[in-house]
């Protein structure tokens, strides 16, 4: 299947990739709402949603180890893409810019802009964390057999690593929603081409570039140009 398509525009997202995505989005979602319901007494009324405090206890940790699976899968297949290159730092640096919506004076980017890399990474560091440190605390199945002194650590570590994730998910959903048409190209896949070359620059030129040359292959493999988009 080819990538680019006049009428339906450039294949952003394959149909995995959002599947995966849109998983990997409603476990953490869930696991912010019992994390908060099981950390912070003001949020105890939370547990209702997963069937009281017990039931909230038992699912939180199960959820976690689900959406890490998943998340290994998006993390090594949006890698290539979340690597910083060096118009990111010019980019970084005109974050005022981005904040002020003056798009005609920042440089042109590639697939993602720093902006989206950073939240990548933060999710890439945190995501483990979670996993290592929720693994340690978790009752009845690991923590008996931890010493006190690492249980602290885990509960405590656990505790300030969900809050940058957390914090990072709100920017995340916030610029998904601030650059207009991001979330249609996780939710249908495709992106005009007005919209690639004038938020991607670097990537719309790659794009056009294959097309010349009829070579699919050279592009980024979150698109899943090899399978039939849905
Ligand atoms: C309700 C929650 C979420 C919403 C509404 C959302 C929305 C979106 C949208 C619209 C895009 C496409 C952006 C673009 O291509 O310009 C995107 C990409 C992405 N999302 Fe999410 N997302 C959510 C949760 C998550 C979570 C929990 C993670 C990871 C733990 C995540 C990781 C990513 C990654 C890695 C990308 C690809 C762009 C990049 O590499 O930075 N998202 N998301």
Redo the contacts with the bound molecule.
């Keep these: 299947m080819s990538h680019s398509n006049v009428e339906k525009g450039i294949l952003?997202?394959g149909w995995w990739s959002r599947f995966n995505?849109w998983l990997?989005?409603i476990c953490?979602?869930a696991l912010t709402l019992s994390g908060l319901a099981l950390f912070y007494p003001a949020f105890f009324g939370l547990t209702s949603l997963f069937g009281g405090p017990t039931a909230t206890r038992i699912i939180h940790p199960f959820i976690g180890v689900f959406m890490c699976f998943f998340?290994v899968i998006?993390a090594v297949r949006?890698f290539k893409?979340?690597l910083f290159r060096r118009h990111d730092v010019q980019w970084a640096r005109q974050i005022r810019d981005v904040l002020s919506n003056r798009d005609d004076r920042l440089p042109p980017v590639g697939q993602?802009n720093a902006g989206?890399?950073l939240?990548?990474w933060v999710?890439l560091f945190s995501?483990p964390v979670l996993l290592v440190s929720g693994i340690i605390i978790w009752q009845p199945y690991f923590a008996m057999a931890m010493p006190r002194e690492l249980l602290r650590w885990g509960a405590m570590i656990h505790a300030y690593v969900a809050f940058i994730a957390i914090i990072t998910?709100v920017i995340?959903?916030y610029s998904?929603i601030w650059?207009k048409g991001?979330?249609r190209?996780?939710t249908r896949g495709r992106v005009s081409r007005a919209w690639a070359k004038h938020?991607h620059r670097l990537w719309y030129d790659e794009i056009v570039r294959g097309e010349k040359q009829g070579d699919d292959t050279r592009l980024p493999a979150?698109s899943e140009t090899t399978r039939k988009s849905t």
């Design positions: 952003r997202y995505h990997i989005a953490f979602v998340f998006q949006f893409a979340n993602n989206q890399k939240v990548y999710f995501v998910l995340h959903v998904a650059v991001s979330i190209a996780m938020h979150t």
